[in-house]
């Protein structure tokens, strides 16, 4: 089964290379066709590849672990404020037309760190500082991705050491980011999302099947588990109504057409491709009902009254997370969207689809809500799927708990000599692949373009840009590919020497520490983009000097990093959930004091 998996997964990625062949882009394409969009991305493939982004490893390791241990209520949080947090990036995004038409007509930056500059004089050192503090994050959290895939492959390959496992999902990351730019990655993620869907379905039927079979008892928290893994699918089924992937055509040569402009013929791999996902939209659907369905087998003969009482007990358990440790649960879904490089990107790519007019306006205003309205109740949905996902694994297995449950639940599922347990085993090894690739594609391509547009430019000399910017190309793409692949190998080693000097478990403490210090460095500007969202857009930040906004900036990421190296060095658990409350207390304190010391100038 295990070989039939690995055949099934290599053909699983051989197709999702197909639209990175179309996209491919020659070598004297303009920056922004690479960095931007190299087609009129269509919304639904902007939705998809948003949530597939979203749907991390980061997030399945740890919810995986609270699932088994039936602590529901810190995965319910994380999943409601990351769909609150979500909607505040819309409520941004939808003023940002003017700010995204003005860099593409200039060929400058379009990013959230350009955007910070623009508040503060157009000072290039905070513009330098939070795009390096975004390159950390993004680099960090795609090591971190495949740090969880080897992970879990570790009880099914013991003779591969992981390091090699990471290299090759770092070099399987590059070939599918490389080759076609941001639109080629928008569209194999977009694509992915549907295959994480079929694996995480499957697997979870084939799951159900183990548990009706062996008649295993069913525990308050398993029930609730099962009942709200088949509303999720119920949702599921009605609003997306079989259309789980976009199966629009490729276009490779929309970004240089006009927009009102015919479409390019995609040729035959572009059709491969989209009848590919066809199929995998209705086998979502199938499966999504089957899981319905075993629930439904599952839960009748205990009666609709015990079923409810079972679920509510549950949902009374207390979480077993610290005050502290559940503020930092809530702040940091509720804040990250924002200030996430990645988002800023690919809505970056549909404002070029939206002419710089009231018309375009009013269609950008109406595309952004409903690509967000479905990118934030999906993402929570998702999300709290992981969670069920971990109970119902637990409970048809009887994995006993410990500090490495989930590759436990792995090496059970590799030694039972059974077609189900090698199916649901074959169906989550395509499914955290997927679910890694898709992230770390997106997240290097935002890396690459935050050195392209705010790094590399800080260090060419004030004649050369202007230079360059009048000829749409402010530095070539060979030294921004450079720069990406020597940073990311020095993160690599590094990060492979923390993590065994530390004993780091993906579903433990250690990981959740390393996924918090990446984070803190992105969060580390959430204070200066917030002022934004909630005031008027006429307003913005102005008034408060680039001196305060790099207090600002460096304060914040010094005190959500330190407190995660502290715990790290020391292991104690309230340096580890004081790591985002400190990062987010410390930056508004500073933009607390400079906003005073404003006010007070003024008056």
């Given at each position: 089964?295990?070989?039939?998996?690995?055949?099934?997964?290599?053909?699983?990625?051989?197709?999702?290379?197909?639209?990175?062949?179309?996209?491919?882009l020659r070598a004297s394409a303009k920056a922004q066709y690479y960095f931007v969009a190299s087609e009129r991305t269509p919304p639904g493939v902007i939705q998809n590849s948003s949530i597939a982004y979203a749907v991390k490893m980061a997030i399945f390791g740890p919810f995986f672990a609270l699932g088994a241990i039936g602590d529901f209520w810190p995965a319910i949080l994380v999943s409601a404020f990351l769909a609150v947090g979500i909607y505040l990036f819309g409520c941004l995004c939808r003023r940002m037309l003017p700010f995204f038409h003005a860099a593409f007509q200039t060929q400058r930056s379009f990013t959230?760190?350009?955007?910070?500059?623009?508040?503060?004089?157009?000072?290039?050192?905070?513009?330098?500082?939070?795009?390096?503090?975004?390159?950390?994050?993004?680099?960090?959290?795609?090591?971190?991705?495949?740090?969880?895939?080897?992970?879990?492959?570790?009880?099914?390959?013991?003779?591969?050491?992981?390091?090699?496992?990471?290299?090759?999902?770092?070099?399987?990351?590059?070939?599918?980011?490389?080759?076609?730019?941001?639109?080629?990655?928008?569209?194999?993620?977009?694509?992915?999302?549907?295959?994480?869907?079929?694996?995480?379905?499957?697997?979870?039927?084939?799951?159900?099947?183990?548990?009706?079979?062996?008649?295993?008892?069913?525990?308050?928290?398993?029930?609730?588990?099962?009942?709200?893994?088949?509303?999720?699918?119920?949702?599921?089924?009605?609003?997306?109504?079989?259309?789980?992937?976009?199966?629009?055509?490729?276009?490779?040569?929309?970004?240089?057409?006009p927009l009102d402009a015919a479409a390019a013929p995609e040729g035959s791999g572009g059709r491969l491709f989209r009848r590919f996902n066809k199929i995998i939209n209705v086998w979502v659907s199938t499966l999504a009902v089957v899981v319905i369905v075993f629930t439904g087998m599952a839960l009748y003969p205990r009666g609709a009254v015990t079923v409810?009482?079972?679920?509510?007990?549950?949902?009374?358990?207390?979480?077993?997370?610290?005050?502290?440790?559940?503020?930092?649960?809530?702040?940091?879904?509720?804040?990250?969207?924002?200030?996430?490089?990645?988002?800023?990107?690919?809505?970056?790519?549909?404002?070029?689809?939206?002419?710089?007019?009231?018309?375009?306006?009013?269609?950008?205003?109406?595309?952004?809500?409903?690509?967000?309205?479905?990118?934030?109740?999906?993402?929570?949905?998702?999300?709290?799927?992981?969670?069920?996902?971990?109970?119902?694994?637990?409970?048809?297995?009887?994995?006993?708990?410990?500090?490495?449950?989930?590759?436990?639940?792995?090496?059970?599922?590799?030694?039972?000599?059974?077609?189900?347990?090698?199916?649901?085993?074959?169906?989550?090894?395509?499914?955290?692949?997927?679910?890694?690739?898709?992230?770390?594609?997106?997240?290097?391509?935002?890396?690459?373009?935050?050195?392209?547009?705010?790094?590399?430019?800080?260090?060419?000399?004030?004649?050369?840009?202007?230079?360059?910017?009048?000829?749409?190309?402010?530095?070539?793409?060979?030294?921004?590919?450079?720069?990406?692949?020597?940073?990311?190998?020095?993160?690599?080693?590094?990060?492979?020497?923390?993590?065994?000097?530390?004993?780091?478990?993906?579903?433990?403490?250690?990981?959740?520490?390393?996924?918090?210090?990446?984070?803190?460095?992105?969060?580390?500007?959430?204070?200066?983009?917030?002022?934004?969202?909630?005031?008027?857009?006429?307003?913005?930040?102005?008034?408060?000097?680039?001196?305060?906004?790099?207090?600002?900036?460096?304060?914040?990421?010094?005190?959500?990093?330190?407190?995660?190296?502290?715990?790290?060095?020391?292991?104690?658990?309230?340096?580890?959930?004081?790591?985002?409350?400190?990062?987010?207390?410390?930056?508004?304190?500073?933009?607390?004091?400079?906003?005073?010391?404003?006010?007070?100038?003024?008056?």
């Amino acid at each position: 089964m295990i070989f039939l998996a690995l055949l099934a997964l290599a053909v699983c990625l051989g197709v999702y290379f197909l639209p990175i062949g179309v996209l491919h882009l020659r070598a004297s394409a303009k920056a922004q066709y690479y960095f931007v969009a190299s087609e009129r991305t269509p919304p639904g493939v902007i939705q998809n590849s948003s949530i597939a982004y979203a749907v991390k490893m980061a997030i399945f390791g740890p919810f995986f672990a609270l699932g088994a241990i039936g602590d529901f209520w810190p995965a319910i949080l994380v999943s409601a404020f990351l769909a609150v947090g979500i909607y505040l990036f819309g409520c941004l995004c939808r003023r940002m037309l003017p700010f995204f038409h003005a860099a593409f007509q200039t060929q400058r930056s379009f990013t959230l760190h350009e955007f910070i500059a623009q508040q503060h004089g157009q000072d290039s050192r905070v513009r330098l500082v939070a795009a390096s503090l975004s390159v950390f994050a993004l680099f960090g959290l795609t090591i971190c991705e495949a740090f969880g895939v080897a992970t879990m492959l570790q009880p099914i390959t013991p003779n591969i050491p992981n390091y090699l496992i990471l290299l090759a999902m770092l070099l399987l990351t590059a070939l599918y980011t490389l080759p076609a730019g941001n639109s080629g990655v928008m569209r194999s993620s977009q694509a992915q999302l549907g295959m994480v869907y079929l694996a995480l379905f499957g697997s979870t039927a084939l799951l159900l099947y183990i548990l009706m079979a062996t008649l295993r008892r069913m525990t308050p928290h398993a029930t609730l588990a099962l009942l709200l893994a088949a509303l999720i699918c119920l949702v599921m089924l009605c609003y997306r109504r079989s259309r789980y992937v976009d199966t629009g055509p490729l276009d490779p040569a929309g970004a240089s057409a006009p927009l009102d402009a015919a479409a390019a013929p995609e040729g035959s791999g572009g059709r491969l491709f989209r009848r590919f996902n066809k199929i995998i939209n209705v086998w979502v659907s199938t499966l999504a009902v089957v899981v319905i369905v075993f629930t439904g087998m599952a839960l009748y003969p205990r009666g609709a009254v015990t079923v409810l009482s079972d679920s509510a007990a549950a949902l009374q358990a207390s979480p077993r997370l610290s005050h502290l440790g559940l503020i930092a649960l809530v702040l940091l879904p509720l804040l990250y969207p924002i200030v996430d490089v990645a988002n800023w990107q690919r809505f970056a790519a549909l404002a070029r689809n939206v002419a710089p007019d009231s018309a375009g306006a009013k269609i950008w205003a109406a595309a952004v809500g409903r690509i967000v309205r479905t990118f934030a109740a999906e993402t929570a949905l998702v999300s709290l799927f992981l969670c069920m996902f971990g109970t119902i694994a637990v409970v048809a297995l009887r994995t006993p708990a410990g500090a490495n449950i989930l590759q436990t639940f792995v090496q059970q599922l590799s030694v039972q000599q059974n077609w189900v347990a090698g199916g649901a085993l074959s169906f989550l090894l395509i499914g955290v692949v997927m679910i890694a690739v898709s992230t770390m594609s997106v997240a290097f391509s935002a890396g690459l373009c935050v050195l392209h547009y705010d790094i590399l430019p800080a260090f060419q000399p004030r004649s050369a840009l202007e230079d360059a910017y009048s000829t749409a190309e402010a530095i070539g793409k060979q030294p921004t590919v450079t720069a990406a692949i020597a940073l990311g190998l020095i993160m690599f080693a590094a990060f492979s020497l923390l993590a065994a000097q530390l004993q780091i478990d993906f579903t433990g403490g250690g990981f959740v520490a390393l996924v918090f210090a990446f984070c803190c460095a992105q969060l580390a500007c959430a204070p200066l983009v917030v002022g934004r969202v909630m005031g008027d857009a006429s307003q913005g930040l102005a008034g408060m000097g680039p001196g305060w906004a790099l207090a600002v900036l460096g304060v914040g990421a010094a005190l959500g990093i330190g407190a995660a190296a502290i715990y790290l060095a020391t292991g104690h658990d309230p340096w580890l959930w004081a790591a985002i409350p400190a990062c987010l207390g410390g930056g508004f304190l500073i933009f607390g004091i400079a906003r005073l010391q404003a006010t007070k100038a003024a008056g």
